[in-house]
């Protein structure tokens, strides 16, 4: 079997995924354009399209997806599952309909700069990645600058805004990665000292964690609502072992710090290859970690 990595970037993550050592699977990364040439019937094509670094939408090249799917392909990680894991509206709908803790969220456009969620909020892209253009706006003056502001970004424009309440920030939060209907890693990530954002992007930095059942339990259910394959779980920790989903990442970025016991990347791409060789997604089941 052929499974190939889909993607317009050879980032650290996609390059691992293609290269993971899987007994009887071909591995390769491809374009999108170059998996029209290369797969066939039969084979397997991770979508890892990620979003654009311009922050108003998802990288192109889901043609190429649809057209895979048409032709026998078995496609995962969907068009429509990545965007809806992207697009933090859609995200938060499909927690909302599955019953997933998840803060309240609102969109904001340009036209409509209506805030009606209680201060604190945060204000950010709804195709956001990597902790840019995010606010904290405790306060009206803070939440009027950052309204003001964002009428300078181009993304504001194209996209309007999501806010959402404020989750009190305890300094980390829990990611989780969730492949083919199961956690094969996870990471607890720690804000640089100053910042309440957790993101490595902005200094953060990991520290290996053992998820406890309840964060499995909740990252697996958010995998399972949007349906998608392989995607990062952002859990936000509330106390009592009780947690917030708080976003998912259609194109995760993990690393082999994710698992100390295994090699991340092959436990990942062997839980994907068995999704796909499946008629129908199994019962998702808490792993190992658990």
């Known amino acids: 079997m052929k499974f190939a990595v889909v993607a317009q970037r050879s980032t650290p993550a996609n390059v691992s995924l293609a290269t993971a050592p899987v007994p009887g699977v071909e591995s390769v990364l491809l374009s999108p354009a170059q998996a029209l040439v290369h797969l066939e019937p039969g084979d397997v094509a991770l979508g890892r399209l990620d979003v654009l670094h311009s922050l108003d939408g998802m990288e192109p090249g889901v ?22 894991a ?15 803790p998840h803060p309240r969220t609102e ?3 340009e036209d409509d700069p209506i805030v009606e969620l209680e201060l604190p909020v945060v204000v950010k892209p709804p195709y956001g990645s990597w902790g840019a253009d995010v606010f904290l ?16 970004r181009p993304w504001f424009g194209a996209t309007g805004a999501v806010v959402q309440e404020l989750v009190p920030p305890l300094g980390h939060d829990l990611r989780c990665v969730v492949a083919g209907g199961r956690i094969v890693g996870a990471i607890e990530r720690w804000a640089a000292p100053g910042e309440w954002r ?11 964690v053992v998820p406890p059942p309840r964060a499995c339990e909740l990252a697996i259910a958010a995998a399972a609502a949007l349906g998608i394959d392989l995607v990062g779980v952002d859990l936000l920790p509330t106390g009592a072992g009780e947690y917030v989903v708080i976003e998912l990442n259609g194109a995760v970025d993990f690393t082999h710090e994710y698992a100390d016991d295994f ?7 062997s839980a994907l290859v068995g999704r796909a060789a499946v008629d129908e997604p199994d019962e998702a089941a808490v792993a190992s970690f658990s």
């Open 63 to 84: 043609w190429a997806l649809e057209r895979l799917a048409a032709r026998g392909v078995r496609v995962l990680n969907p068009p429509a599952a990545v965007l809806a």
């Open 86 to 100: 992207h697009d933090k509206l859609s995200t938060a709908e499909a927690l909302q309909r599955a019953g997933l």
């Open 107 to 109: 969109a904001l456009f």
């Open 137 to 152: 706006c405790t306060t009206a003056e803070e939440l009027e600058a950052c309204l003001a502001g964002l009428r300078e």
């Open 198 to 208: 957790t993101n490595i992007a902005l200094g953060g930095t990991r520290r290996p």
């Open 263 to 269: 090699d991340v990347f092959a436990e990942t791409v």
